[in-house]
């Protein structure tokens, strides 16, 4: 359900930028004699011809809809260009889209924050630019506009067509305009400039709507196509969506808007005027209420993300009529291509763009036979995701096994299923400073490579004459205070500045078991470090104990097959106590700078288990948890004290 968002203070300028027929146009990129021509392209599919994904406006002025197979395509028009989707196992391909749709996403990404909603269309919050165009050079004293701006589509602006861009004009550089229309004004200009600018770059067009919100927006973005712009002023906005109907909107195409129609009468957004906020809080909650009751008032609180990357990374295919699938073998040769195909994507994602996925969910669409109508559809599964496609492939199997024995029950017979896709979702930057584990790993007979393991196999590392040479860190960087040493010379000893024993205000309880954090923070060949007991950990601020940690964690992921994503999980918790320790240290250092332990503790820096974000805790694996638990809370310490003491045994005897 919709929840209601805080207003903004400020007025906003917002856009919603939408490439026309966007799969035609890259089509049309690729061989430009099909320009002008009635175009449509075709997803892979044999049967009837396949089905249309983008018809071109050619082609649309004589019928042809995107709901239409090849076959009535041509039917409708005989001249019809049919050109096929790139395909890659057995499936379409759209890579070529998601790479043309970058390119637009790179230039309109250099004016605010830009959202990338879609393959085909973008947010924008013009905001500041606005601001500093009116501030720098207001459209009332510029000499010229640019023409693209004047061609704008103002709403509740009355006007004959042979005036229609002198009166755009007028409206865009008016000086006793208020506030609002001479931000959104400079929000029309600049997006015009950006159009243009993608159609020379690019040689794509693309729609735009102009407002104060995303709704409204997203709304009048397709008023006007193709190659055009409308600009909502806020006056304009209640005429606006007095006749809209209510299916229009946003997240009321669905349940709500049925409910809506059914239990209110509702038809349109202006019959949502004559409800009360009260009202429609006690049909449909607090805060679905109180959207419902915004939407109708054209107010929108919801924010542009600043994200130019994808949140979700999925591979689907559907298998309709005679083509679905009614065996376990045919949905595994499927669920592989599909997970090779994920596979890729996820780690050309990590390889570019430093992210990792999370989550892996298999969703399905299903159908019983003898039940034509049957009313439970197959469950979506989830579980961790594990980067390597052998392991996604798997996975993704379990998951439909899961999902099927959640449908039909203990039978493996008398279903079909006509929609396959795996996503991989949950995804997230990688800590700054982290590194591959090949940095810290040489062969003596080999320089230092920077290649790319192989996803689609478990990790496994060969060294010459069997023997596994790595840079010494441990050793070198941290010790107990008990004494201080030289680094010696290696790839990090110009790091390494100052080891101190500091205390923190908890000591880490005595780690048992073989999956222990700190089992990987000692050296079993030095005497001090067999002692688990640690009061404190302190490095050189260079070579801090999160670069440290973050070594001994790729070990622990390469070695034992962990999932990547769970290594990094840990990166953040020592990341953030990373911040708070280093401050501290510093602090330290300022106060104690006029002597040779304030100057050392300056460069220092300490991990305190206090400042370790117990929330994120629950994300990792059981057992880590529970030793990271303990040094958060660690256990009551047995009383010494026999029973029957009297309080008074409890205080020292005081001096006389």
């Given at each position: 359900?919709?929840?209601?968002?805080?207003?903004?203070?400020?007025?906003?300028?917002?856009?919603?930028?939408?490439?026309?027929?966007?799969?035609?146009?890259?089509?049309?990129?690729?061989?430009?004699?099909?320009?002008?021509?009635?175009?449509?392209?075709?997803?892979?599919?044999?049967?009837?011809?396949?089905?249309?994904?983008?018809?071109?406006?050619?082609?649309?002025?004589?019928?042809?809809?995107?709901?239409?197979?090849?076959?009535?395509?041509?039917?409708?028009?005989?001249?019809?260009?049919?050109?096929?989707?790139?395909?890659?196992?057995?499936?379409?391909?759209?890579?070529?889209?998601?790479?043309?749709?970058?390119?637009?996403?790179?230039?309109?990404?250099?004016?605010?924050?830009?959202?990338?909603?879609?393959?085909?269309?973008?947010?924008?919050?013009?905001?500041?630019?606005?601001?500093?165009?009116?501030?720098?050079?207001?459209?009332?004293?510029?000499?010229?506009?640019?023409?693209?701006?004047t061609k704008s589509n103002i709403l509740d602006l009355l006007s004959d067509a042979s005036d229609r861009e002198e009166d755009v004009k007028t409206w865009l550089c008016r000086a006793d305009a208020d506030y609002q229309d001479k931000l959104l004004a400079c929000g029309a200009i600049i997006v015009a400039q950006l159009r243009v600018k993608v159609l020379e770059e690019t040689q794509f067009t693309c729609s735009a709507g102009i407002a104060h919100n995303k709704m409204l927006a997203k709304l009048v973005s397709g008023m006007h196509k193709p190659a055009q712009q409308t600009v909502v002023p806020s006056s304009s906005v209640q005429d606006f969506l007095a006749s809209l109907p209510v299916k229009k909107m946003k997240q009321l195409g669905g349940k709500l808007g049925s409910s809506l129609q059914d239990d209110l009468g509702v038809e349109t957004v202006g019959d949502l005027l004559g409800f009360t906020e009260e009202k429609l809080q006690e049909y449909y909650g607090v805060n679905t209420g109180t959207w419902l009751w915004k939407t109708a008032r054209g107010l929108s609180g919801e924010e542009v993300e600043d994200r130019l990357l994808p949140k979700s990374h999925g591979c689907g295919k559907t298998f309709p009529g005679p083509k679905s699938l009614k065996n376990n073998s045919s949905v595994k040769s499927w669920l592989d291509k599909l997970s090779e195909e994920l596979s890729e994507r996820i780690q050309s994602d990590l390889s570019c763009n430093k992210r990792v996925?999370?989550?892996?969910?298999?969703?399905?669409?299903?159908?019983?036979?003898?039940?034509?109508?049957?009313?439970?559809?197959?469950?979506?599964?989830?579980?961790?995701?594990?980067?390597?496609?052998?392991?996604?492939?798997?996975?993704?199997?379990?998951?439909?096994?899961?999902?099927?024995?959640?449908?039909?029950?203990?039978?493996?017979?008398?279903?079909?299923?006509?929609?396959?896709?795996?996503?991989?979702?949950?995804?997230?930057?990688?800590?700054?400073?982290?590194?591959?584990?090949?940095?810290?790993?040489?062969?003596?007979?080999?320089?230092?490579?920077?290649?790319?393991l192989d996803s689609s196999s478990t990790p496994e590392l060969t060294f010459s004459d069997n023997k596994l040479h790595r840079t010494p860190v441990h050793e070198e960087h941290c010790e107990p205070s008990s004494k201080k040493e030289d680094c010696e010379n290696s790839n990090l000893a110009k790091q390494c500045s100052a080891i101190e024993e500091r205390h923190v205000s908890k000591k880490l309880p005595r780690v048992q078991g073989s999956g222990s954090i700190l089992k990987f923070l000692s050296q079993s060949q030095s005497a001090c470090h067999e002692k688990r007991n640690f009061d404190g950990l302190i490095c050189s601020n260079q070579g801090s104990v999160t670069a440290f940690l973050r070594l001994h964690i790729l070990i622990i992921a390469y070695c034992n097959q962990c999932e990547i994503f769970i290594a990094c999980q840990i990166f953040t918790i020592l990341g953030r106590a990373s911040t708070s320790g280093a401050s501290d240290a510093e602090q330290h250092g300022k106060n104690d700078s006029n002597t040779a332990e304030g100057r050392s503790a300056g460069s220092t820096w300490m991990l305190n288990v206090e400042d370790i974000d117990p929330a994120v805790v629950g994300e990792l694996p059981l057992e880590i948890q529970r030793e990271i638990q303990g040094w958060i809370r660690p256990s009551k310490q047995t009383s010494t004290k026999k029973r029957g003491s009297t309080i008074s045994s409890y205080f020292s005897p005081s001096r006389r």
């Open positions: 359900m919709p929840v209601s968002r805080p207003e903004p203070q400020e007025p906003r300028v917002i856009a919603h930028l939408d490439l026309d027929c966007f799969y035609v146009q890259v089509e049309q990129r690729r061989n430009p004699a099909l320009r002008g021509q009635p175009t449509a392209v075709v997803q892979y599919n044999d049967w009837k011809g396949g089905g249309l994904i983008a018809v071109s406006y050619e082609a649309r002025k004589f019928g042809v809809k995107r709901s239409m197979r090849g076959d009535d395509a041509k039917n409708v028009c005989p001249g019809i260009n049919l050109v096929q989707v790139p395909v890659s196992r057995d499936k379409a391909d759209l890579n070529v889209y998601r790479s043309a749709g970058s390119e637009v996403v790179a230039i309109l990404s250099t004016k605010g924050k830009c959202e990338r909603a879609s393959i085909d269309e973008v947010y924008l919050d013009l905001t500041d630019a606005a601001k500093e165009m009116l501030l720098e050079s207001p459209p009332e004293l510029s000499e010229s506009i640019i023409e693209e701006a996925a999370q989550t892996l969910t298999l969703h399905a669409r299903a159908s019983k036979e003898n039940e034509c109508n049957s009313l439970k559809k197959f469950p979506s599964k989830s579980c961790p995701l594990r980067y390597g496609t052998g392991k996604i492939q798997e996975d993704a199997m379990k998951l439909f096994e899961s999902g099927l024995h959640d449908f039909w029950g203990s039978r493996n017979t008398g279903w079909s299923i006509t929609s396959l896709s795996v996503t991989a979702s949950k995804i997230f930057d990688i800590p700054s400073g982290t590194n591959s584990i090949l940095r810290y790993i040489k062969s003596p007979s080999s320089s230092a490579t920077s290649a790319i």
